[in-house]
């Protein structure tokens, strides 16, 4: 969460709402050894750079909103159990109900 409250408050960061939900999980995070291959993560990179140029966001701003809701530090480590989630989240994720 610091992740993202530190990009949202630089000044080229929108603010946040004090009304904005809290991201839940819809994965927990594992300490898995099976991260996602060379096409998943493309695949994820692609997603995440489309979604931040479609709601005028910066793409480390939805990076870190993706990290913080799956719990990694770097989202080239995501678990492959959770690459499914991930896109059904990217494909889900409204910024104007995180951001005002």
């Given at each position: 969460m610091t992740k993202i409250i530190?990009?949202?408050?630089?000044?080229?960061?929108r603010d946040v709402s004090a009304n904005?939900?809290?991201?839940?999980?819809?994965?927990?995070a594992c300490a898995s050894k099976n991260h996602l291959n060379h096409n998943e993560l493309k695949s994820v990179r692609s997603l995440l750079a489309y979604i931040a140029h479609t709601q005028a966001a910066s793409e480390e701003t939805v990076r870190a909103i993706l990290?913080?809701?799956?719990?990694?530090?770097d989202f080239n480590s995501l678990p492959q159990k959770s690459y499914e989630d991930a896109i059904r989240f990217l494909?889900?994720?409204r910024l104007e109900e995180i951001m005002n």
């Amino acid at each position: 969460m610091t992740k993202i409250i530190n990009l949202l408050t630089n000044k080229n960061a929108r603010d946040v709402s004090a009304n904005a939900p809290e991201q839940k999980p819809t994965t927990q995070a594992c300490a898995s050894k099976n991260h996602l291959n060379h096409n998943e993560l493309k695949s994820v990179r692609s997603l995440l750079a489309y979604i931040a140029h479609t709601q005028a966001a910066s793409e480390e701003t939805v990076r870190a909103i993706l990290e913080t809701t799956f719990g990694v530090d770097d989202f080239n480590s995501l678990p492959q159990k959770s690459y499914e989630d991930a896109i059904r989240f990217l494909v889900d994720l409204r910024l104007e109900e995180i951001m005002n």
